[in-house]
């Protein structure tokens, strides 16, 4: 049988050898599946990572679980995204319509199998803001459909909050940075290629406050860097916090990004022009004593064939990326039946690298658990090989 599960991240426990993966569920459930392996090929569910109770703070689309294990207090904590509560949503957005009004939660355990409680009745304290955007969307009704100019756009109100889904976490050095990702709707942007609106999800992060991982009783929340917090300069009680871009589109364009940028015309109005960059994973890798670190990220969305991930490579944990000339490198395989490539991560398994994934047998199946090995040869040439599907026990 299938392992179903979306967006699957995998964390070899040191305790006891045992590989968890943590999942998104389906649109019904709240809950993140959780699975054990002890050759990251043959699964066995466990149960569901996360219980709604008074600490929980969202609503809906509780995504991308991601598990690590702390030894300075022997707990796990699991990173997820979610939609806050209608009444979080003027706190964190600055107003209460906000679309994709999602943030970053944490949740621990003394157990890999869980249940994991909120660390708070909130998620992390975080107010990531773009002065330099221009809210299109308020400016006119369809931004798609209509002409706007760049005089018109300079009179569009400038700002906005950030929302955050597909939390990272990569610790280095004493140091800790959230990856995340930026979502659509609020960051409409005019594409001068294809003179046309696109909304674009980038990949951002920011460093976090090492002081939550050396709390001994795992019950301090996680909090952003003190470099990264910045308030309004007008309004110096209001918080509009730092962040680093990551990943987008226009820093170096690649041409299978743009699976889905004329989805507004194909579906007669019905669909957004967009870009995807999401589920990134980045880790550091030592070749001939040099050190990079490498971001693994998926690209466009599960209806189109260009759904694949792609890497980038930097020379430090916050950039600037460079984009690996052969992107993707994982990506839909008919032949093999094999679509919807998207979201996952890497893990070691017997002195190799490992890249494991979410996909579908066909494109009206439910996303399931893959796996293949992953060849970094040198820092221009990556492969993957012997993709095979997870088999549940």
Not at 86 to 92: A, I, M, Q, S
Request: include cysteine; charge should be negative; proline fraction near 6%.
């Amino acid at each position: 049988m299938n392992v179903i599960g979306a967006d699957p991240f995998v964390m070899k426990d040191p305790k006891t050898g045992t590989y968890y993966a943590y999942a998104t569920g389906d649109e019904e459930t709240k809950h993140f599946i959780i699975y054990k392996s002890k050759d990251l090929c043959n699964w066995e569910k466990v149960g569901f990572a996360y219980y709604e109770d008074e600490m929980c703070w969202g609503t809906d689309w509780f995504w991308a679980p991601e598990c690590y294990y702390n030894p300075h207090n022997e707990h796990y904590y699991l990173f997820y995204s979610a939609r806050v509560k209608p009444e979080l949503t003027t706190k964190y957005f600055g107003r209460p319509d906000f679309l994709e009004n999602s943030k970053i939660g944490v949740a621990v355990s003394a157990t890999p199998e869980g249940p994991f409680r909120n660390l708070a009745n909130h998620p992390i304290d975080y107010y990531p803001f773009d002065y330099e955007y221009r809210d299109v969307d308020a400016l006119c009704q369809d931004a798609f459909a209509v002409k706007v100019s760049e005089i018109d756009l300079s009179k569009a109100k400038k700002g906005t909050y950030i929302p955050a889904i597909d939390a990272d976490l990569l610790m280095e050095d004493g140091h800790f940075y959230l990856f995340y990702s930026r979502c659509c709707y609020e960051n409409n942007l005019p594409d001068q290629r294809f003179d046309k609106f696109v909304e674009e999800s980038n990949i951002l992060a920011v460093e976090l406050d090492p002081a939550f991982w050396y709390d001994k009783e795992a019950k301090m929340m996680p909090t952003i860097h003190p470099s990264f917090v910045a308030y309004d300069a007008e309004h110096p009680e209001i918080r509009k916090d730092k962040w680093v871009q990551i990943i987008s589109y226009y820093h170096e364009p690649q041409e299978w990004e743009n699976g889905h940028i004329s989805d507004y015309e194909f579906s007669h109005g019905q669909k957004h022009n967009r870009r995807w960059a999401e589920g990134s994973m980045t880790i550091p890798y030592v070749i001939d004593g040099v050190k990079k670190y490498l971001i693994f990220y998926s690209c466009n969305s599960y209806e189109n064939a260009l759904y694949g991930i792609g890497a980038a490579v930097a020379d430090r944990p916050l950039g600037p990326y460079h984009k690996y000339g052969k992107n993707p490198i994982i990506h839909q395989i008919p032949e093999i039946s094999l679509y919807s490539t998207g979201h996952g991560c890497v893990v070691e398994k017997d002195g190799e690298l490992h890249y494991v994934f979410h996909g579908r047998e066909s494109m009206d199946q439910m996303r399931i658990v893959y796996q293949c090995k992953l060849h970094i040869n040198n820092f221009d040439d990556i492969a993957i090989s012997d993709i095979v599907k997870g088999n549940l026990i």
